[in-house]
């Protein structure tokens, strides 16, 4: 122990605060090297974590896009539907009206809207209603007779 206590008196105290420094120097170096080191990890971390929301972000945008797209598409095609079908309401409405005045204006017409339908004629009216390509075709092979008017089917 003395030894040392020789050498340790034997160097100066500022080269021993030198040296101290530079040690503790050192270790801070090391340590911030670490520290450095450590923040660039996590900063590549987050920056892929970033891509990938916006990827993400990119493709719900697309798929926004697409269905935006589809419901303007959609609402045009209503938009048509109801002015053609309005167009269609006009038209009938228009032909009744003239079929009303030609019934109103013209005894021979209107003596004929008055007569009873042939039987063979109600008949035909006496059909069920079809809803759908489906019951059409089956209502057409269906080997069920048509009625009379008034008389129930043969069961």
């Known amino acids: 122990m003395m030894v040392l206590g020789r050498?340790?008196?034997?160097?100066?105290?500022?080269?021993?605060?030198?040296?101290?420094?530079?040690?503790?120097?050192?270790?801070g170096g090391w340590f911030a090297?670490?520290?450095?080191?450590?923040?660039?990890?996590?900063?590549?971390s987050a920056q892929q974590a970033l891509d990938s929301a916006q990827a993400e972000n990119a493709?719900?945008?697309?798929?926004?896009?697409?269905?935006?797209q589809n419901a303007q598409r959609l609402e045009d095609q209503r938009r048509q539907l109801a002015e053609t079908k309005a167009d269609?309401?006009?038209?009938?409405?228009?032909?009744?009206?003239h079929i009303r005045e030609l019934q109103h204006d013209n005894d021979q017409i209107r003596r004929w809207?008055?007569?009873?339908?042939?039987?063979?004629?109600?008949?035909?009216?006496?059909?069920p209603a079809v809803t759908g390509a489906a019951a059409y075709h089956q209502s057409v092979l269906d080997?069920?007779?048509?009625?009379?008017?008034?008389q129930p089917p043969d069961d």
């Open 7 to 27: 050498l340790l008196g034997a160097v100066p105290l500022k080269v021993w605060l030198v040296l101290i420094g530079t040690g503790v120097i050192g270790a």
């Open 33 to 44: 090297w670490q520290e450095y080191r450590a923040a660039l990890t996590d900063a590549s």
């Open 59 to 68: 493709q719900r945008q697309l798929v926004i896009d697409a269905l935006w």
């Open 88 to 97: 269609l309401t006009r038209t009938a409405s228009n032909r009744l009206a």
């Open 113 to 127: 809207a008055d007569t009873r339908l042939p039987d063979r004629v109600s008949r035909l009216r006496e059909r």
């Open 143 to 150: 080997a069920q007779p048509v009625h009379a008017t008034g």
